[in-house]
């Protein structure tokens, strides 16, 4: 199975800034989908940007648009979150998520559906002044 390690976390200002990535060992990320989600305390997880290795689309949530940016780093098999402006609701701990290139799965139903077959174990996030 697909083991997954998120790194990046910690604690940051409101309107700072953050990148999180995304690793696996013996695997190519290249060939999965893979899925940022968030969980704050007593709220369910939420799928904050995914991006398919399926058709190439990418997805972000209405509440990180224009601020989170995900990319894939072939040469680091990562996959990246890169947060700018961050707001105290955007602390959670972050999880990483994977899905393989097949069957056929959209960023979008990854995100929406919070799908994912391995999962990391979280690095968390705290946007406090």
């Known amino acids: 199975q697909l083991q997954l390690v998120e790194s990046g976390g910690g604690l940051v200002q409101p309107g700072g800034s953050l990148r999180l990535s995304c690793t696996a060992s013996?695997?190519?990320?290249?060939?999965?989908?893979i899925g940022w989600f968030r969980q704050a305390p007593g709220k369910d997880h939420e799928g904050v940007s995914c991006?398919?290795?399926?058709?190439?689309?990418?997805y972000y949530a209405d509440s990180v648009k224009g601020r989170f940016t995900i990319s894939r780093d072939n040469a680091r098999n990562t996959v990246d979150l890169q947060m700018n402006s961050l707001k105290p609701e955007d602390t959670a701990v972050y999880y990483c998520?994977?899905?393989?290139?097949?069957?056929?799965?959209?960023?979008?139903?990854?995100?929406?559906?919070?799908?994912?077959?391995?999962w990391g174990q979280g690095t968390q996030v705290t946007v406090s002044s």
């Open positions: 998520a994977a899905l393989p290139q097949i069957p056929f799965t959209t960023a979008q139903a990854m995100c929406v559906m919070v799908m994912g077959n391995s």
């Open positions: 991006i398919s290795a399926s058709d190439g689309s990418i």
């Open positions: 013996g695997f190519t990320l290249n060939y999965y989908t």
